[in-house]
């Protein structure tokens, strides 16, 4: 079977590879057999070699569903479809074994590709429940990538009065008007500050999101925009040193920060995909390009170049069969 490797910067490739076999005498474990996966901002950070984590076989991919081929669980039987989420997105591979635990029911009312955004929607709700309501709340989101997509759209849903959707490509901002926002600013060629004072009757925003992270994390823009006593909920998976941060300026604001990693398995994604299921959440827009595991490389290439208005980039692995 295959599995994919980075055999240098920018370059994948896929090897043959033993097939994975459950623990002798162990239990609670499945064989997965990925079928329909999608790209992620942190997957990018392996493809680049950027430095920021070891880089293993099977790097790297963690949202995908498939179908479980052998179990020494109870939870699942062969031939479930779940969603899964191997350890430390190494799920780059045509089956591997993962704990049962790590994977979530699918609901037959989503579509292959709504049940695959399951994931990332799971995270987005697990950060947001950290905040008090959004209730009549001026929320900012720097970023209109995947997840701020994403965090549009459950911002508009959990009730705040404007979603002030930030990017520098335009591409992207149309993107944002189909999931929730309420204004767009292109920081490529306006101020974003100045905008959102505009838009806030000059208080700034009372909650700015963070979804950028990684090399291009948007701190201290975030801090600018942000009103007295708002808050900053940074989603985006931050460097691990940030030279140059205005801490001071967000203490003066009485600024507050959060932060969010690791989603329930047993709440946060099963209600992702409940919340897609009932069309509570639309990801169809999201859904911008998809190629077969053959073209893993050109799949890569194309979300990290943000091609033809990449958002969300598919791929789909040998054993998937789309429903008709």
């Known amino acids: ?17 033993p097939e994975p076999q459950l623990t002798p005498g162990g239990s609670g474990e499945i064989i997965f057999q990925p079928e329909l ?12 070699w950027s430095g920021e984590w070891p880089i293993e076989l099977g ?25 899964c989420v191997p350890t430390a997105q190494n799920g780059l591979w045509e089956r591997y074994v993962v704990t049962e635990e790590q994977c979530v029911a699918i609901d037959p009312r989503c579509t292959d590709e709504e049940a695959v955004l399951a994931q990332p929607l799971g995270t987005a709700i697990f950060a947001l429940k950290k905040l008090p309501t959004l209730l009549d ?6 970023g209109q990538g995947p997840m701020g997509q994403l965090f ?51 208080k700034g925003a009372d909650l700015v999101i963070e979804a950028v992270g990684h090399s291009e994390q948007q701190f201290n823009l975030c801090i600018e925009l942000l009103g007295y006593g708002g808050r900053i909920l940074y989603f985006g998976v931050a ?30 994604f099963p209600l992702a995909m409940q919340w897609i299921a009932e069309k509570r959440i639309d990801v169809k827009p999201l859904v911008t390009h998809t190629y077969k595991l053959a073209d893993i490389q050109t799949a890569f290439e194309t979300f990290r170049d943000r091609r033809d208005g990449a958002i969300k980039v598919f791929v789909e692995f040998p054993a998937y069969r789309r429903k008709s």
Request: charged fraction near 25%; aromatic fraction near 6%.
């Open 59 to 83: 790097h790297s991919l963690h949202e995908m569903i498939g179908t479980v081929m052998a179990t020494n669980g109870t939870r699942w039987k062969v031939g479930d479809k779940v969603l």
């Open 137 to 142: 709340l001026d929320v900012v989101i720097v």
């Open 239 to 268: 460097p691990e040193i940030i030279n140059g941060l205005r801490w001071r300026d967000l203490i003066f604001k009485n600024g507050s920060v959060y932060t969010s990693i690791g989603p329930s398995f047993r709440r946060d």
């Open 152 to 202: 549009n759209s459950c911002c508009k849903m959990m009730g705040a009065r404007q979603v002030i959707g930030i990017d520098k490509l335009e591409s992207r901002l149309k993107t944002s008007w189909k999931t929730g926002v309420t204004s767009t600013i292109c920081n490529a060629t306006e101020s974003p500050l100045e905008k959102v004072k505009e838009l806030t009757d000059g």
């Open 1 to 17: 079977m295959l599995a994919g490797q980075f055999t240098a910067p920018h370059r994948i490739d896929l090897v043959e590879v």
């Open 37 to 48: 996966t999608c790209l992620c901002g942190s997957d990018t950070p392996y493809f680049t």
